[in-house]
């Protein structure tokens, strides 16, 4: 009975181990370009191997494209903020059981940060490229800042990025 209630302890880990486990990071950390667009110019489209960005019109907003790439230069990730309805978008663009994890705060007229939910990342599948939309719902006109790790729980800092909603 010893050997069954361990075998299905073993087998429970394992499973488990697969739904929960964090993910490795990625070593060394992903390098990053961010490219920046004033919505007061645009539309703007921004070209990359998977859907391309596009910006929409919004009048004070200050958007971002954040593309990361691993140490062999591949896509591995990219992170969108749109002013525009105040979205965010988190990107997984490698299947390698890894991902990124995006933190967002506003800053109010005092000055004081204001964290919008938890980490952002996206839910990994067997898909290509699979995605999160965040709607942050900020006023318009609100300084925002998005920082980049390669770990869970605000580890591993990789970049940010500074936009208006």
């Not at 539309?43 to 990361?68: N, R, W």
């Not at 299947?95 to 007229?109: K, L, P, R």
């Amino acid at each position: 009975m010893v050997g069954l209630s361990a075998g299905v302890t073993i087998a429970t880990a394992a499973l488990l181990g697969t739904v929960v486990a964090p993910a490795q990071a990625y070593s060394p950390n992903p390098s990053a370009s961010i490219s920046y667009r004033d919505t007061d110019n645009c539309t703007c489209t921004l070209s990359d191997p998977f859907d391309g960005t596009y910006f929409q019109y919004d009048a004070g907003g200050y958007a971002a494209k954040i593309e990361l790439r691993d140490a062999s230069g591949s896509y591995i990730s990219k992170v969108e903020f749109h002013p525009y309805d105040e979205k965010l978008w988190v990107y997984d663009t490698k299947n390698d059981g890894d991902s990124v994890y995006v933190s967002v705060y506003w800053w109010d007229a005092s000055g004081n940060p204001h964290a919008v939910g938890p980490n952002i990342t996206p839910t990994g599948t067997d898909a290509v490229v699979d995605y999160v939309v965040y709607n942050l719902d900020i006023a318009e006109g609100t300084p925002v800042s998005i920082d980049v790790y390669d770990g869970s729980g605000y580890s591993d800092y990789i970049t940010s990025a500074e936009v208006v909603a």
